[in-house]
């Protein structure tokens, strides 16, 4: 039970600092130009979409059996992988800016 408490802690506490960025960037992009604003908008979006889908499987790990959690946590990885991806490529189109 430990490792699972611990593995949700650690997802969960990623998950808070990517949604402490997406609240920079979402500041950033009202104070952007009107051009700007919409590519925002649009990474804004996928930023958000893609967070909800890792916090879900948190949440579906935290409701998990000790022996199902093991299963679900592949899942995991992947949503919080592709939610670090988006957020780098984010990142970097926005830097060039």
């Known amino acids: 039970m430990k490792n699972k408490d611990a593995y949700i802690e650690k997802f969960e506490a990623q998950i808070k600092e990517l949604q402490a960025d997406i609240d920079k960037l979402d500041a ?19 930023l958000i979409e893609k967070r909800i889908q890792a916090k879900e499987r948190v949440e ?36 060039k800016d």
Do not use: C, P, V
Request: aromatic share 10%; no cysteine.
């Open 28 to 46: 950033k992009a009202r104070q952007s130009e009107a051009d700007l604003r919409i590519k925002y908008h649009d990474e804004l979006e996928l």
């Open 60 to 95: 579906e790990l935290k409701n998990a059996s000790e022996g199902a959690w093991e299963e679900l946590k592949a899942g995991t990885e992947k949503a919080f992988n592709e939610l670090k991806s988006s957020w780098n490529a984010a990142m970097n189109r926005f830097n």
